[in-house]
C-alpha cells in the first residue's frame, strides 16, 4: 500500500480515537453512498456529526482543513442528505473537520466547520 494511503488510515483511526475520548459515539467509519465517502458519522449527545478527517504531515502546503473545499464541502452535504435519508433521521446535525497533524502526532477538532444552506 501507498505511504500516503497508510498515513491516511493511520490518521482516521487517530482521529476516531480521539472523537471517542471527546465523548463521541461512532456511528459508522467510512460511510458510503454512490461515489461519495464520509470518513465518520457520529453522535455528539443529541447531534449527528458529520467528521471529515485530514492527515497532513506538516502545514507547509495549507492547513488540513483547508483541503476541505467547496466541492469536498457540497459533496459532504448531499452524502448527509442521503444518510438522513436512508435512515429517516430527524435531528440536529452537524459538520466537523479534524485535522490530524502526523509528524507533530496532534489533533485538532473544529465543530461546526462548515453549514449546509
Not at 67 to 85: E, M, P, T
Not at 97 to 102: H, P
Request: proline letters at 1%; a neutral charge; hydrophobic letters at 40%.
Amino acid at each position: 500500500m501507498a505511504k500516503h494511503l497508510e498515513a491516511g488510515i493511520w490518521g482516521e483511526q487517530q482521529a476516531v480515537r480521539y472523537l471517542q475520548e471527546c465523548g463521541y459515539d461512532i456511528i459508522s467509519i467510512n460511510w458510503r453512498h454512490k461515489h461519495l465517502e464520509v470518513d465518520v458519522i457520529a453522535k455528539d449527545g443529541d447531534i449527528l456529526v458529520f467528521v471529515e478527517v485530514k492527515s497532513r504531515n506538516d502545514s507547509r502546503f495549507g492547513e488540513p482543513k483547508e483541503f476541505v473545499d467547496h466541492r469536498k464541502r457540497r459533496n459532504l452535504i448531499r452524502l448527509a442528505d442521503a444518510y438522513i435519508s436512508y435512515t429517516k433521521y430527524e435531528g440536529e446535525i452537524r459538520f466537523d473537520i479534524v485535522s490530524v497533524f502526523l509528524k507533530e502526532n496532534k489533533i485538532e477538532l473544529i465543530k461546526d466547520a462548515f453549514w449546509s444552506n
